[in-house]
């Protein structure tokens, strides 16, 4: 349906439209036929059943003594041996980054928290990926570069020491002449669109680009499992080409600039489940380039499942884009909650037509979004650029099930480009209440509205 289509305050109604057309046979159940085989190939490493206790190697537990080489010297002599898990205890050790090898668990026990520096001097050049472009920049506070088999585990804590005096203020200046990320931001982009190799785009300090907590590049078999993570300069988890990856029952508390919860960006077979995000930005993105690097790389993210997550503030509960050039398929989200009066949105999808790519096959159901203030579904073609740019983006085949919204500002929100609506969204068995601006629809083809109601806000 290629239409404006706007659904008012006072709309509470069931619609049947005209039918979607799926790649896929009528009677297909990608819930049915994909999703098994996407969780049978997503297994978390299993170690060796080795410890290596970073006390033994002059780590002290007492948050004043540099733990930074005690803990590389446990890694290495653990890696050595043949992998294990490298054991922080019980108290406070201070760190610089931590750079995992294959089969390392690092598990940081309950009662422990590893705390780390915020003086950028202490992290050193490394490839990596920032804001969708790859270049020489700040290690991520816990670092792994093609390896295999690694873990963060553990009750403890990782804290970041990010705040509005260290790493945070570098987002925008909040004086005249103080560091801020920007000029670097434009240079980068103007490097990787003229094809600088990576190389050659070196940055670090001068450059005022925040490192993520957490970031696996090019890695096989990694788990995240039951950390609390806190206070992340950038990005939180942030896989980069990986592959099985397992994300449970992390708590992730970050609500400075850019502080999305976890981006699993160009990786496949990914499950995030059980897990809390209070962040900054969007909770989960998926994401897979930007722009000319991202087209260059040409890796979507695929087979993500995502279930059982809890989100509270952000800008949306579970996101795809923007930095999306090298596509997205096969998504699959299940039984979260969504609520806060500092959520933005639910799910949201955002890219436009210099990013390109395409998304496609995204599944949701059972899906409560308690409070959000703008779209429970949130479709943005128009993102940033919006229409200028030459690689016109393609969204298709969404289909929501058993969504229960209890305040939105908008029940659906559908801003596609002209030349490029969105070709197939399915939404049934759900319900939007306390809807306070009704839902605003702009290029969409082959909608399907089936059993669904739209309240309006007393």
Known sequence: MDSFRRFGRSLALTLALAPLVFAAEPDADPWRDELPAILARIVPPTFPARVCDVTRYGAKPDGKTDASQALREAIEACHRKGGGRVLVPAGVFLTGPIHLKSRIELHVAAGATLRFSTDPRRYPLVFTRWEGLELMNYSPLIYAFEQEDIAITGTGVLDGGADDRHWWPWKRAATPGAPEQRPARERLFQQAEAGVPVEQRVYGEGG??????????????????????????????????????????????????????????????????????????????????????????????????????RMRAGHGGVTVGSEISGGARRIFVERCS?????????????????????????YAREIEIGEVQRGALDVDMLYEEGARGAFVPTIRNLRLERINVAKAGWAILVGALENSPLDGLLIKDSVFRGVRHGSELTGVRNLTLENVRIEPAP
């Open 208 to 309: 005022y680009l925040r490192p993520p907590f957490v970031q696996t590049y090019r890695c096989r078999n990694v788990l995240i499992e039951d950390v609390t993570i806190k206070a992340s300069p950038f990005w939180v988890l942030h896989p980069v080409l990986s592959t099985n990856v397992t994300v449970r029952r992390v708590k992730i508390q970050s609500l400075g600039p850019n502080n999305d919860g976890c981006n699993p960006e160009s990786s496949e077979d990914v499950l995030i489940e059980d897990t809390d995000f209070d962040t900054g930005d969007d909770c989960i993105a998926l994401k897979s380039g930007r722009n000319a690097d991202g087209r260059r790389l040409g890796v979507p993210v695929r087979n993500v499942v995502v279930r059982n997550c």
């Open 338 to 362: 969504m609520s806060s009066p500092d959520l933005e949105r639910g799910l949201r999808f955002k890219t436009n037509a210099t990013r390109g790519g395409v998304i496609e096959d995204f």
